[in-house]
Nanobody, 121 residues
């Protein structure tokens, strides 16, 4: 049924940039709020950024000014542009979305499988 798949992770140098993507597919009626989370080894999963269906955004303080969340509603795709990357940004990044499946009366929270981002020299 509904699936979220992240891509774009990899190894980058400190100060570098990376763009993550999260593609939603399946029997979807609509996608409401979408979010990025990340989880570093031994750490709790942390909220990173949110974008509403109308395009309003919010960020965790540690990434403000460096990360930009966006979405392409026509492609059912979420993005996270990460600039000025720091070693502290190293984590598995997960997308999350509130999605109304076809034939359902309300939204459900869905998670992708995660994509690894490693910031290291």
């Amino acid at each position: 049924q509904v699936q979220l798949v992240e891509s774009g992770g990899g190894l980058v140098q400190p100060g570098g940039s990376l763009r993550l993507s999260c593609a939603a597919s399946g029997s979807i009626f609509s996608i409401n709020t979408m979010r990025w989370y990340r989880q570093a080894p031994g750490k709790q999963r942390e909220w990173v950024a949110t974008i509403s269906s109308g395009g309003s955004t919010s960020y965790v303080e540690s990434v403000k000014g460096r990360f930009t969340i966006s979405r392409d509603n026509a492609k059912n795709t979420l993005y996270l542009r990460m600039n000025s990357l720091k070693p502290e940004d190293t984590a598995v990044y997960y997308c999350n979305a509130d999605i109304i499946p076809l034939g359902r009366p309300s939204s459900y929270g869905y998670w992708g499988q995660g994509t690894q981002v490693t910031v290291s020299s």
